[in-house]
């Protein structure tokens, strides 16, 4: 072998050399990519989880808070009806309405939102035009006592008169 031969030979090992050295590297590249890759997406379902959590957190804080808003609204005693009267009769007599109030005597059992609670059974009877009634209702839906309403009969007396009867439910807070 001549000194040409021996440099060739020398320079072709160098080259194996080289490329059994970047198949090395490129196999373990390849294993830390796959690891990368796993890692990305165990990432990402983490992400989702904590997304999915915090929206979870939300909803239950947001109920938890209208739970609480509602409660704070209900009636807890005997001045609690009487402001609650006094307030569906000025509305009433605001709209022109002439207005008749009955009140059960004892508390009954009521379900709202799929919990048990208590309430007084109310009987309200309206007189006067359509459209008052129709203001009336939206003002007893947007007021800041809860009535869960059973019973709607609406029934024209004359032209233009109407009566309206609404049995329902005042909820109210349990002692």
Do not use: C, H, P
Request: glycine residues 8%.
């Amino acid at each position: 072998m001549d000194k040409k031969d021996k440099g060739l030979l020398g320079l072709l090992v160098l080259l194996v050399g080289l490329l059994a050295a970047m198949a090395v590297v490129v196999f373990q590249m390849r294993s830390r990519l796959a690891v990368v890759s796993q890692l990305r997406l165990e990432v990402e379902r983490d992400r989702e989880a904590q997304e999915k959590y915090e929206n979870l957190l939300n909803e239950f804080s947001r109920e938890k808070a209208e739970e609480i808003e509602w409660r704070s609204l209900l009636v807890t005693d005997e001045e609690g009806v009487a402001q609650f009267a006094a307030t569906v009769e000025a509305l009433a007599r605001d709209l022109g309405l002439s207005l008749t109030i009955k009140f059960d005597d004892l508390q009954t059992r009521v379900e709202l939102a799929g919990k048990q609670g208590v309430g007084l059974k109310v009987e309200l009877a309206l007189s006067g035009n359509y459209e008052a009634m129709k203001a009336f209702l939206r003002g007893l839906e947007t007021g800041k006592y809860l009535v869960k309403q059973n019973r709607l009969q609406l029934s024209q007396q004359g032209s233009g008169s109407y009566t309206l009867t609404m049995t329902g439910v005042l909820i109210m807070k349990q002692k």
